[in-house]
């Protein structure tokens, strides 16, 4: 089993950076594939980003170029920074975890998932 714990969720105005971290226990951090969704209001859950174990990434058109995964194996953690944050990126945001290590796979059907942690952006 894998167990993971959100953190570093707030409110932060329009244009704003934020950084979550998701701390991973249970399971060899690093032979997995690991990433990010989010569920905004009234919203189905959708796929931000995601990273190998060797950090090769792959992320969502919506968060190119402002959002950034990344990964400390010897921490058991990984980052989202998301920085020129827009109204729009209001969601609960979940780290997630993929038995295969493939950011695809993860993208597409992860197998673990953490509790959320919320990130509100005013306008």
């Known amino acids: 089993q894998v167990q993971l714990v959100e953190s570093g969720g707030g409110v932060v105005q329009a244009g704003g950076s934020l950084r979550l971290s998701c701390a991973a226990s249970g399971r060899t951090f690093s032979s997995y594939a690991m990433g990010w969704f989010r569920q905004g209001p009234g919203k189905e859950r959708e796929f931000v980003a995601a990273i190998s174990w060797n950090s090769n990434t792959y992320y969502a058109d919506s968060v190119k170029g402002r959002f950034t995964i990344s990964r400390d194996n010897a921490k058991n953690t990984v980052y989202l920074q998301m920085n020129s944050l827009k109204p729009e990126d209001t969601a609960v945001y979940y780290c997630?975890?993929?038995?295969?290590?493939?950011?695809?796979?993860?993208?597409?059907?992860?197998?673990?998932w953490g509790q959320g942690t919320q990130v509100t952006v005013s306008s």
């Open positions: 997630a975890a993929s038995l295969y290590d493939n950011t695809r796979s993860l993208a597409s059907r992860p197998d673990y």
